[in-house]
């Protein structure tokens, strides 16, 4: 059964006008997109999302990095997707990520991470829901 997983293109990939070369890795390496669109978060949305986070001390920053311009959430679909989107996108400090991944290639900084993965398909489920109705959630490829 393919397994589903969120991403975000977060603000720094938009800002820095990255986008195209992220989806491009992301289309190569076997997702189909079942969504996609802009938005941009306010405070409350991206802390919302980021709730499980709110007692670290990264979360202002991270709250206000997400909420700092348009970010663009896709709800992909694949076999073992969570695992396989984290493995494409490398670990959460570009310093450690492993070579090829994107964050190693593109992002900046452990907050300015370029891209945000699902951590279980649990939750790929529960972020997809966060940001697409059902009926936005194309299926058919
Ligand atoms: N983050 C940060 N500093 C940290 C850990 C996380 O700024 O020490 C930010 C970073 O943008 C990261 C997000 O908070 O992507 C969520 O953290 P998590 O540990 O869930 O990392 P991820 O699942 O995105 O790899
Ligand atoms: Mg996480």
Redesign the pocket.
């Known amino acids: 059964m393919p397994e589903r997983t969120l991403a975000i293109l977060k603000p720094d990939c938009v800002k820095r006008n990255l986008m195209g070369k992220v989806l491009g890795r992301i289309e190569a390496a076997g997702f189909r997109i079942l969504s996609l669109k802009m938005v941009r978060l306010t405070r409350e949305t991206a802390g919302g999302f ?1 709730a499980v ?1 709110q007692e670290r001390p ?1 979360f202002n ?2 709250v206000a990095f997400m909420s700092s311009g348009p970010c663009v959430p896709i709800a992909l679909e694949k076999e073992n997707a969570v695992a396989d989107f984290r493995a494409l996108i490398g670990a ?1 400090d570009p310093r450690d990520a492993a070579p090829g991944t994107i964050r190693k290639d593109f992002a900046a900084s ?2 300015e ?1 370029i891209v ?2 699902s ?1 279980s398909p649990e939750n790929g489920g529960i972020e997809i829901a966060y940001f697409f109705a059902e009926k936005e959630v194309v299926e058919g490829r």
Do not use: A, I, S
């Open positions: 980021y986070h990264f920053d991270l959460t452990k907050g991470n945000h993965g951590d």
